[in-house]
């Protein structure tokens, strides 16, 4: 059994046994058919994973890690907000007529800022401390920015990273303020991880601990018998994460840079409903 797979039975758990339903609240999200998609939920869930023990991917059900790259690619590599630029269609339901999902996500860590040692966009800046100034406590980003939210198709979900060096080891924490935990959650615990190793190999360090700090982790109506079907699934080990060690260059790591051997997981019985 792998140590993701604990974490995410112990999260799913809690939430349905403790959790709080909205269900005499309005709420925003709809399923596609137009009704109100409601949701149980548990404030302020805190996981943390370890990278050197094991790659955090579920085998309780499959994670499209290479999906999963490609997004986390697009917006922190290619720092793009159009859905063209992406390999997969999970963004389309946001997406206008251009493709366009506005001043979102990889807009923003493209903006340039000004500081004493030049223009540096989010991402840049990131590399130049890490290489420069590792002992900074000040390595960090933030997309959720407020004088651009009328402008985004969607609020940033997973919007701040913050990046500590201790020793040869890099650590982050990723906060979130929202987590559709059955369609998401791993795939951003995986997205990150990945991140997280990136910017640890072209900086010389070792990737350590991914910390998930999740301010409202909630289970929709639907995924409810999901939820429990999943939790009932065989479990295996953990599976090893290959990462091209000739990457020494951020921009030039690609989906193909990245291989899971032993990938084994299970298949659940129907189709993942997204609200919307």
Not at 77 to 82: D, F, I, L, R
Request: proline fraction near 4%.
């Amino acid at each position: 059994m792998s140590k993701a797979d604990q974490i995410f039975i112990e999260n799913m758990h809690d939430i349905l046994q403790n959790g709080t339903w909205d269900t005499d609240l309005p709420v925003r999200p709809v399923w596609e058919d137009g009704t109100p998609a409601h949701t149980v939920k548990k404030f302020g869930i805190v996981n943390r994973y370890n990278l050197q023990e094991e790659f955090p991917i579920l085998t309780l059900r499959k994670t499209a890690f290479k999906s999963c790259i490609d997004e986390i690619l697009w917006i922190w590599q290619k720092k793009s907000n159009n859905v063209h630029d992406l390999g997969s269609h999970i963004w389309d339901s946001w997406a206008d007529e251009s493709g366009s999902i506005g001043k979102a996500y990889g807009y923003q860590l493209a903006q340039k800022h000004h500081y004493k040692e030049g223009d540096f966009d989010q991402v840049d800046r990131v590399l130049y401390d890490l290489k420069h100034n590792p002992s900074s406590r000040r390595i960090m980003t933030n997309i959720y920015n407020f004088a651009d939210l009328s402008e985004m198709h969607l609020y940033p979900c997973a919007y701040s990273m913050t990046f500590n060096v201790t020793g040869d080891t890099l650590n982050g924490i990723l906060n979130q303020r929202s987590n559709d935990m059955l369609t998401a959650n791993n795939w951003n615990v995986v997205q990150y991880a990945v991140l997280l190793i990136m910017f640890a190999q072209v900086s010389g360090l070792k990737a350590g601990e991914l910390v998930h700090v999740i301010a409202d982790a909630h289970i929709y109506d639907r995924h409810v018998p999901l939820v429990q079907e999943m939790l009932t699934n065989p479990q295996y080990a953990a599976p090893k994460l290959i990462v091209d060690p000739t990457v020494t260059d951020f921009y030039a790591f690609t989906t193909d840079s990245f291989q899971l051997v032993d990938y084994k997981c299970s298949k659940l019985s129907g189709k993942i409903p997204v609200a919307i």
